[in-house]
């Protein structure tokens, strides 16, 4: 008899257009875009493309030196519920990613990503709302194409012996 952990419900991804499927003007909806073409800009791109490269169905972020650029929304929350935050960082070709938090309630400690994978954290929901906002690193340059940025709740977990 093996016990095995396991999520009992499907869980409703919080983030909206966060696998960014759809774009409207060279932007992803559902997403506010801060850039300044052609120094910095939020773009679609392939998933193993960088900046300039075509592609869909994955974002890069792009920047020259001294610009920021950054893109962000905001997800609904249960106060007291524990969440995941994660992110597909598919290339990164210069600079890094940094991902904060910008509702003011610092629900989770700005991260900065220098490595290609799936990155994820943990985090409690202090408000009922999150606004999780991915940046470069002023003033440094930045090439980066990521993809499923997601929040889940985490479902508390079931023993089922079979
Ligand atoms: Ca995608
Ligand atoms: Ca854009």
Redesign the pocket.
Known sequence: MDAISTNVSKVRELVNNGEFSVWV???PVLWF?T?N?PNT???EVGADKSHGEGGSNSCNLYAGISELVYMYQNVPLFVGKKYRFSVDIKILKVGSLRVIENSGFTQWPSVNYFSIGIKTFDFVALSNSVTPLLKNEFPIAHDITFDNVSILPIKNKVWIYK
């Open positions: 003007a060279d932007n875009v850039e073409p800009e939020v773009t």
